[in-house]
């Protein structure tokens, strides 16, 4: 339980009926919709067969697991059923994917952790457990044994000629605790020896000297070799992709809980104390730390991952205890204040966040798992959270 003062109790409290009132009606409003992004205040469906969307970007979209994941989220804290009977409709139309099989990624633990998985541990629904082991099976077959990766996409580079068989990402820290779970569940070593071998990589290549962490690192899938990074989503090709950082902080943390690994700790709190260290005055997040003053673009959903990750180390790091708990207070305040929108006329919460510096449609919008983190952290200061990852 993170330690808080009564004020900053009254406050969460506070925030947290605002979220219910707001998610109250999106859930009534939303019915079976998988939505990814809210425009103009309506969010979309990726499982909306209507729409011509590519197999990458439709029911495989790697996001199609946050909104049943706040479902499940707020019916712990509600108790109310009817959040768990939307959280099951996009458990149950995620079932296509695995039929579809092409278009899935590393991403198989964003997208059964917070439904299947969830599911199960919250009602023992045997159903949920075969969905989230298949998940964990698909996962563990893209592990690279020359480079101890996971391979992070499928395919070639769109546009190019090379393959990115050996890419790796950061992201992946939090797809890897389906197989922590799937160990557990099996009393079966290989899938934890597996995400352990995956983070040690990640550990070792990932965090630069200085904190700052890469988004993608390209490997020779057949020797392991480091070939190179690669900017991602970031500004350029060394530079500071914030998300990227916030992955590593709250990702490492959860490997060092799953594992009591020190170095997964070093880790998350060297690229901890390097995000802190870059806050910018106002506690707004950039996309990148790097990124030119023009033009500049906020990522919510960097604040809102990092806000969870800091209170996670709140809790492991003893001398760190207070600097990260008011960090991620901080962090929640701030969207609060001025980035949330908690009309019950409107879906999504979050705004201004971003999926890459140079995207074109992801810039400066709501994301759903933006949302999903931001609702985690609330909990997890009112000790009440699901434990998903």
Known sequence: MINISQEDQSWVKDTLDRVIEKMEAVR???GEKIPAVAINGTYDDRSDSSVKWDMDNGINWWTNGFWGGIMWQLYHY?????????????????????????GLHHD??????????????????????KRGLLAAQLLAGRFNSAGKFIRAWNDNVPGQKESNRGWAIIDCLFNIPLLYWASEEMEDPRFKEIAMLHADTAARY???????????????????????????????????????????????????????????????????D???SRIPEDWHIPVDFDQPASPHYEDSTAAAVAAGGFLELSQLIPEREEAYRNAGIRLLKTLAADRCDFCPETDGILSRCTGSYHGTWDREINFVYADYYFIEALLKLAGREVKIW
């Open 28 to 30: 009534q409003r939303t």
């Open 78 to 102: 509600t108790g109310d059923s009817r959040y768990m009977e939307t959280a099951r409709i996009s458990e149950e139309k995620m079932d296509k994917c695995f039929s579809l099989y092409y």
């Open 108 to 129: 198989v633990g964003f997208m059964w952790l917070p439904t299947a998985v969830a599911d199960y541990r919250l009602t023992g629904n045997k159903e949920s457990r």
């Open 206 to 272: 990932f965090i630069r000297e200085d904190g700052s962490v890469r988004h993608i690192v390209e490997f020779d899938p057949f020797t392991g070799e480091m070939v190179r990074e690669l900017g991602g989503q970031g500004y350029a090709e060394g530079s500071s992709w914030t998300r990227g950082q916030t992955w590593a902080i709250y990702g490492f943390a959860v490997s060092y809980l799953h594992t009591k690994k020190e170095e997964y700790l070093k880790a998350a709190r060297k690229a901890a």
């Open 274 to 276: 390097r995000f802190l």
